[in-house]
Every structure is written in structure tokens, then in C-alpha cells.
């Protein structure tokens, strides 16, 4: 993967985690992210797009950011529900093609 | 509601082809760009190439060009992701979702996904 996220956060219920995405000019750097949560045994779903819009139905505990070549998702307010893997995505211009990051998996302690 | 329903599980043996299916509905087909991820057990999301449905324009991967064939048939809505000789290696979920957004610009990203079609190589 193109974009590099950290394997693991973790934090207790109600807590907040932030998960970062680094990247570089060819993608972070001139393209919006996205994020994508996937809970255990099912499709991909969109969080987070343009860098910090959210979809509707997608609560305001999540939030999402960009500087520079780097992106950020933002947790508050951890439930167990939200325990799943989170992708961030941008497209990459020196590849013409969309890039995922590697992927986090947040757990709920 | 926008839907994209996908072909079902297969279970295929090495050198075999196949050609799975996503339907879409709720949406008008013409409209947006259609695209297929890969994911292996365990692994990331890998963005395999996106197509226009109005003339087929396809865009792949590096990483997947000559290696699979995206389609449409636009009279019924549905995309297509084929291979002509599986490998073992090409053992994954296969997602295909819409893209919004156009191919390349500042702001484009994947929404909905389909459900995902797992396919298992296996001599």
C-alpha cells in the first residue's frame, strides 16, 4: 500500500483515537481522502470524505483532517461498536490509480 | 437507495476463467465511474481500475493491468470483473463500489460498496 497507517489503536470506551494516514505529493499532497470503516466480515463503508465531510447517518464523533501529505481520522466518544478496520484512500496521480492506506485496526479495550 | 448487489461466492480450480457481476440500483448507471477492490485474506484494500459506463473508458492499476478485464453492459445496470486464467493468488473478496468523483480529480472517493464476491483458487 501507497499510504501508511498505523496496524493498531486502542482505547477505552468513551475515550477518543486518532488515526493517521501519511502519503506524499503524488496523492495526500493534491488529492482529498477518504475513510472507509469495515467492521469484522463485512464491505468497506465510507466515513469520511473530501478530507473532513461526513455522509449523512455518520455521527459527528467522527472527524477527519489533511496537512500537507498527511490525513487524519478523528474518534470521540469510542464505542465497541466501533471496533473495526479503517481505511483511508486518495488518488495518486503518479500512478493513475486510487491508493489505500494499509489499514488500522481499532480495538476497544 | 443506491445498492450494488454482486454475483455470489465461487470456488474455481487454477487455469479456469470467471466473470463476476455487480448489479447497481437506485442511481442512474450512466452517471458515475464503477470500480472493483481486491482483498486478500488478512490483507489492505487494493484498488483495482474503475470504468465509465457510457463507453466503457476503463482505468487500471499498474499493479493490475492485463491481469483482469473490468466491463458493463449499461442496458441492465451491472459491471463485470473477469479473469481468463485464475491462479491460486487470486484468492480474495472482490469489491466493487461506485465512484464519485472524476478519475483523477482533486475529490473523488468510493460509495456505496457492493456486498464483496469471495472467490477461492484451489486445485
Known amino acids: 500500500s501507497v499510504l501508511t497507517q498505523p496496524p493498531s489503536v486502542s482505547a477505552a470506551p468513551g475515550q477518543a483515537v486518532t488515526i493517521s494516514c501519511s502519503g506524499n505529493?503524488?496523492?495526500?499532497?493534491?488529492?482529498?481522502v477518504s475513510w472507509h470503516r469495515q467492521l469484522p466480515g463485512t464491505a468497506p463503508k465510507l466515513l469520511i470524505y473530501?478530507?473532513?465531510k461526513r455522509p449523512s447517518g455518520v455521527p459527528d464523533r467522527f472527524s477527519g483532517s489533511r496537512s500537507g501529505t498527511s490525513a487524519i481520522l478523528g474518534i470521540t466518544g469510542l464505542q465497541t461498536g466501533d471496533e473495526a478496520d479503517y481505511f483511508c484512500?486518495?488518488?495518486?496521480?503518479?500512478?493513475?490509480?486510487?491508493?489505500f492506506g494499509t489499514g488500522t485496526k481499532v480495538t476497544v479495550l | 437507495e443506491v445498492q450494488l448487489v454482486q454475483s455470489g461466492t465461487e470456488v474455481k480450480k487454477p487455469g479456469d476463467s470467471l466473470k463476476i457481476s455487480c448489479k447497481a440500483s437506485?442511481?442512474?448507471?450512466?452517471?458515475?465511474?464503477i470500480g472493483w477492490v481486491r482483498q486478500m485474506p488478512g490483507k489492505d484494500l487494493e484498488w483495482m481500475g474503475v470504468?465509465?459506463?457510457?463507453?466503457?473508458?476503463?482505468k487500471y492499476s499498474p499493479s493490475f493491468q492485463g491481469q483482469v478485464t473490468i466491463s458493463v453492459d449499461k442496458s441492465i445496470s451491472t459491471a463485470y470483473l473477469q479473469w481468463r486464467s485464475l491462479k491460486a493468488s487470486d484468492t480474495a473478496v472482490y469489491y466493487c463500489?461506485?465512484?464519485?468523483?472524476?478519475?483523477?480529480?482533486?475529490?473523488?472517493?468510493?460509495?456505496?460498496w457492493g456486498q464483496g464476491t469471495l472467490v477461492t483458487v484451489s486445485s
Open positions: 463500489a461506485r465512484h464519485v468523483g472524476g478519475v483523477g480529480a482533486a475529490s473523488n472517493w468510493f460509495d456505496p
Open positions: 437506485g442511481y442512474t448507471f450512466t452517471d458515475y465511474w
Open positions: 470504468i465509465w459506463p457510457i463507453d466503457s473508458d476503463t
Open positions: 505529493t503524488s496523492n495526500i499532497g493534491n488529492h482529498h
Open positions: 473530501d478530507n473532513n
Open positions: 484512500a486518495a488518488w495518486d496521480s503518479s500512478l493513475s490509480a486510487g491508493v
